[in-house]
């Protein structure tokens, strides 16, 4: 079959990195091709070279089978290139519609804008999708996942050849995901091609037909989805085999450091749980559930209505955020972009941004030898790859990014870390790092929240797990007696019997 879109031979370098080295990718008509590879591996170096961000310093583009070049996104766009990407490129302040055809306005015979037009034809992309949308919404009323889902419209409304998806789902629900597919199958009956990238490798078997492997920024080869394993694919994207993905220890837990007594806020109702030093507590649910906003009143960025917090036999009064962080609990957000770091500055400032009263000297001076030492030695212990501590933080890839959010909460040195989908949009082998580096704070005696919308990660990692059901916690389960369809059943508000049916 002829491709759509053929890269051949791409070299990308920056100072001090070759980001890609003779990398190759082929999109067939009617085709899901997924692009996969460990963070760092040149999956979106490619892309940005692809649409003209970056010019390739070697290779071929071939597309629509001419040799090309894209001078800028807006350049690949009118071509028929949409890419839908990670990070979401929306104006909060303006509406749906707005968003959708922005720069692209339907205008009447008089030359101003045709609203009607603008806000039908947005509707009709909605009920693509199957969204309940109103089109007249403000961006900033919605959530990450429905904002997600407007990316997608926004793409589909070029009506483009080729269709470029980075992590399309990471933030959708499973209804809003189930939605997306049907469009992609019926995109593939148009005979246009689609690129998947994702690190959710059960999607990569559910939806694409074929898979390019990346890794070190060369191109490790093409396959078809039905020539492989799960097994077969990791080990062609880490270049070795992973053996015990979710590497949990069994240590002896100490005393009680976490009590949370009939905690009502917003989202939460009358929410109760202990958590020990040395143990990891797993929090699953549905989006929705109210996850997020429970860890959210534990350190200080939501107020609580009623209920106590204790922390050490101490009931604390968490008013900022600030508040819980100077009684030792910090919070690692899902939403590391937008919540937990800062993309302009350096892998040095942000990791030591919430820590500088320790490396303040007497007049208020910084020790900045101190910080650099301090700043150095995460970098080693946690395998950060970086050029430099001075690296701006928005050139790194996305699990080295999470990695350095992690760091950051640990240099405050806390008694409780809540970490809010840790590894969401992470590589496998980068997987592995955190949840090994997990461990080892385990080890140290810290007391850790894990909360994650992925069951095997919760039930793998955990040592307890609570399971939340529309702002109450609807289960409790040991490591021993969790199973994905014992959570689930919690998820949804069933009883899957009770801890001593289960033990039984």
Aim: charged share 25%; hydrophobic share 40%; aromatic share 6%.
């Amino acid at each position: 079959m002829q491709p759509l879109l053929e890269l051949i031979g791409i070299d990308k370098s920056f100072p001090g990195v070759k980001a890609l080295n003779g990398a190759a990718l082929k999109v067939y008509p009617g085709k899901v091709m997924a692009l996969v590879g460990e963070n760092g591996a040149g999956k979106s170096t490619m892309m940005k070279v692809l649409t003209g961000i970056y010019s390739k310093d070697a290779g071929a583009i071939r597309y629509l089978g001419k040799e090309v070049v894209f001078h800028g996104p807006k350049n690949s766009q009118e071509a028929g290139i949409g890419i839908i990407h990670q990070e979401l490129n929306l104006i909060p302040e303006l509406t749906i519609a707005e968003n959708i055809f922005l720069g692209r306005e339907f205008v009447n015979r008089f030359g101003k804008i045709d609203w009607k037009t603008m806000f039908s034809e947005s509707d009709k992309l909605l009920k693509r999708l199957n969204l309940d949308y109103d089109s007249h919404q403000l961006i900033a009323e919605l959530s990450i996942g429905e904002q997600q889902m407007v990316e997608i419209a926004k793409v589909l409304s070029f009506e483009s050849q080729v269709i470029i998806m980075d992590e399309p789902t990471d933030a959708l629900t499973d209804t809003e995901t189930a939605s997306l597919f049907r469009v992609i199958e019926e995109l593939k009956t148009q005979g246009r091609g689609i690129v998947y990238i994702s690190h959710r490798l059960k999607e990569i078997f559910e939806i694409c037909d074929d898979v390019t492997v990346f890794r070190d920024g060369q191109f490790i080869g093409e396959k078809s989805v039905n020539e492989l394993e799960e097994e077969t694919l990791i080990e062609m994207m880490v270049g070795r085999k992973l053996e015990d993905q979710y590497p949990r220890i069994d240590i002896p837990v100490g005393e009680v450091r976490l009590q949370v007594e009939n905690l009502s806020g917003v989202g939460v109702e009358h929410a109760n749980f202990s958590l020990r030093s040395g143990e990891i507590l797993g929090v699953s649910g549905l989006m929705g559930a109210g996850r997020t906003e429970l860890m959210k009143i534990i350190y200080g960025a939501s107020p609580k209505k009623s209920g106590d917090i204790r922390l050490e036999g101490k009931t604390l009064s968490l008013k900022t955020p600030q508040d819980g962080l100077n009684n030792g609990i910090v919070y690692i957000s899902e939403d590391r972009k937008r919540d937990g770091l800062v993309l302009g500055m350096s892998v040095k400032e942000n990791m030591s941004l919430t820590a500088l009263r320790y490396f303040s000297r007497a007049g208020g001076n910084l020790n900045h030898k101190e910080e650099q030492q301090t700043v150095g030695d995460f970098i080693r212990l946690f395998n950060i790859k970086t050029p430099s501590m001075d690296q701006i933080i928005g050139n790194l890839s996305g699990g080295n990014q999470q990695k350095v959010a992690i760091a950051r909460g640990l240099m405050t040195r806390p008694k409780v870390l809540i970490l809010d989908e840790p590894t969401r949009g992470v590589d496998v082998g980068a997987k592995k790092e955190i949840y090994q580096l997990i461990n080892q704070f385990k080890k140290e005696g810290l007391s850790i929240i894990l909360v994650s919308s992925e069951m095997p990660e919760v039930i793998g990692m955990s040592d307890r797990i609570l399971v939340m059901h529309e702002g109450h916690i609807s289960g409790e389960f040991s490591a021993k007696q969790a199973t994905q369809e014992v959570l689930m059943a919690a998820a949804v508000g069933k009883s899957y019997g009770s801890a001593q049916e289960l033990s039984a």
